[in-house]
């Protein structure tokens, strides 16, 4: 071992193999060089950070004790996952995370056999692990599984389904609840540990499941007996509700003790059916700047690891979620009845401000989209004007709501979608891809994209006023730097806007982000450009108008091709009986992967360069082909 290695047995580390060498006593020194290994890697680079040195001994002591990967470890949200990376073959690479060709972001099936099961959003690790339990005993395989949710998303309903399956399955299976700002209990220190590793032993089972026996052939007594477990653990435990769903609670123990954890994960990885144990972390552990302020340092850029200092780019004007958050704080003021809801997104979402000068009128649901739109749904039965903050990956996850609870009843709740589009390295899980295709074809709701950051805020406005369901699609980062009024006023919905008038017979029709790229291309081809503002309801007299006045069309948008505001485009001119050749441009058919927002436009071929080579070779062609035919 090289003494010069400032990790000197973390770089021994290549797989958990090695980690399982290894003396239990020497674990906390692994711990300690793991966690400073994430803090000297992720400050040169930034990256998710304060999650994953909260994590640091739970995974090695997780490692240290199952033979992953043949047991099965699946990891919730994927944020508290850097640790679990480094110790499985990819700490060299950890450089690279969130970049283009680098490491992906979260646990990846394709990238490792040690991710058991792809994540990016939340709340999915109990499901995904019981369905990996059910398969090994189906194939009766001698394997263990083990699911890792952080307490955020065990604020999802889809956590609890999962809980609720499970218990009444009687599975072997373990839960961990990472729980890393003591939402439920701060019951933690040696006691806590020693009662944790009481109830998780082989004695303790044995005694258990024995008394059952026995006191089962005499009710009354039976009866007692349980009432008095649960009474015992409940007086100093969190666990009833976990008990009731049908598993044998554990904890809460230190999730910063690793030897008190392998004790513990020791002696339940050889119990039956399904346990629970609750481990209580510190977000960013070990790094005083983090611990203070978790939510600052949740995903920074790069910083100096002595100062704690986070570089960041000068901004040259506000981000489209600053637009939206100086908007609802002129809007709230304005309107009393304008209240501002937001699934755990306030930060990201630009809610901050809004949040301090309209506590009560600012609901954070934490992580449940499909309570979010259907608690606005209700909101506006009583005639309140809700807005929902939520990004467009996000909001995936509420479909069915968007459409029950919302559009069928046709309620007036304002839908901000942010990280429309491409967002970069966050990746395949967070592209905002798919929200215009799957909105366009919702009866009742309006949908518009903005160009620039002031209509973005004009249509904010717009969609308050039309008292329908309304959404606004904008794009992560900045505009183009339009001055933005701060007079509000309500567009014509379903009114497009021709930006510039071109003679050369093409017209571009964009959506969006686009729409800045697009004036710059026509420029150089003498083009028309249709900012199309809406999405639906469609401008269709101008559409056709313009259609019947040009001999091509190109249709370019930051969303998938398939089902998106070409397809409207093309379906509308299609029942007017005019089809003029047409290119359809946008994300392809593919899940686009991480790198930065720049590399994945490229990618998706909606970078300036690419769409200038593609419009012009295209209707180069179809200028040749339009001589030809004479």
């Known amino acids: 071992m090289n003494s010069a290695t400032p990790h000197p047995l973390l770089a021994a580390i290549g797989s958990p193999a090695d980690l399982r060498k290894l003396a239990a006593s020497e674990l906390p020194q692994v711990a300690t060089e793991l966690r400073q290994y994430l803090i000297d890697t992720v400050s040169q680079m930034g990256g998710h950070f304060a999650a994953g040195l909260g994590t640091v001994e739970l995974t090695v002591a997780l490692h240290y004790v199952f033979d992953t990967p043949n047991d099965r470890l699946v990891w919730d949200v994927g944020h508290q996952a850097y640790p679990h990376k480094v110790l499985t073959g990819r700490r060299d690479q950890l450089h690279t995370i969130k970049q283009k060709e680098g490491l992906a972001p979260f646990p990846t099936r394709s990238e490792s056999e040690y991710d058991t099961f792809g994540v990016g959003h939340s709340s999915t690790s109990i499901s995904a692990a019981l369905g990996m339990a059910i398969g090994a005993a189906a194939k009766k395989e001698d394997r263990r599984v083990v699911a890792v949710i952080g307490d955020g998303a065990m604020s999802a309903g889809m956590a609890f389904e999962a809980l609720n399956h499970a218990g009444s ?140 200092v986070i570089f960041r780019e000068k901004a040259s004007g506000p981000s489209y979620s600053q637009v939206f958050g100086q908007w609802m704080c002129d809007m709230a003021a304005a309107d009393p009845k304008v209240v501002a809801i937001t699934p755990a997104m306030r930060e990201g979402s630009g809610l901050v401000e809004y949040s301090k000068r309209f506590a009560a009128r600012y609901f954070d649901v934490a992580i449940a989209e499909q309570h979010a739109v259907t608690l606005a749904a209700g909101m506006a039965c009583e005639g309140l004007r809700p807005v929902v903050a939520i990004y467009s990956t996000f909001l995936q996850r509420a479909y069915d709501q968007l459409i029950h609870d919302v559009a069928i009843q046709n309620l007036p709740v304002t839908f901000a979608i942010d990280r429309a589009g491409l967002v970069g390295g966050d990746g395949a899980t967070h592209q905002g891809s798919y929200d215009l295709s799957f909105m366009r074809c919702i009866p009742n709701l309006i949908v518009m994209a903005p160009a620039d950051e002031n209509e973005c805020r004009q249509m904010l406005y717009t969609a308050v006023q039309s008292n329908l369901p309304a959404a606004v699609r904008y794009p992560r980062g900045q505009g183009p730097g339009a001055t933005i009024e701060q007079t509000m006023r309500a567009l014509p919905i379903g009114k497009a806007q021709i930006r510039r008038e071109g003679r050369s017979g093409l017209a571009i029709f964009a959506v969006g982000a686009m729409v800045p790229l697009c004036e710059r291309i026509a420029e150089k081809i003498d083009a028309t450009v249709v900012n199309l503002r809406f ?46 050749p047409t290119l359809n441009l946008g994300i392809p058919d593919r899940f686009m992967e991480h790198g930065s927002r720049e590399d994945c436009l490229a990618a998706a071929g909606l970078d300036l360069a690419s769409l200038e080579s593609a419009i012009t070779r295209w209707w180069q062609g179809e200028k040749r082909l339009t001589a030809v035919g004479g």
């Open 535 to 580: 999405i639906k309801p469609l401008d269709e007299e101008l559409i056709v108008r313009v259609a019947a006045n040009h001999r091509a069309i190109v249709t370019v948008e930051e969303n998938v091709v398939a089902g998106g505001a070409g397809s409207a485009i093309t379906e509308c001119l299609a029942a007017h009986g005019h089809i003029p």
């Open 169 to 308: 399955l009687d599975v072997d299976m373990l839960v961990i609840l990472n729980d890393n700002d003591m939402s439920i209990s701060e019951n933690v220190g040696a006691f806590s540990n020693y009662f944790a590793r009481v109830l998780s032993g082989k004695l303790y089972a044995t005694l258990r499941e024995g008394s059952k026996k026995v006191l089962s052939r005499m009710p009354t007594v039976w009866e007692l007996a349980r009432r008095s477990e649960e009474h015992m653990k409940g007086m100093v435990l969190p666990g009833t509700i976990f008990e009731e769903m049908g598993f044998n609670y554990i904890g809460p123990i230190d999730g910063h003790d690793v030897n008190a954890l392998v004790a513990t994960l020791r002696n339940l990885r050889d119990l039956k059916g399904p346990q629970f144990l609750h481990v209580i972390t510190r977000k960013g552990k070990g790094y005083a700047p983090a611990e203070a302020d978790p939510i600052k340092w949740h995903g920074p850029g790069p910083f100096d690891p002595k100062s704690g």
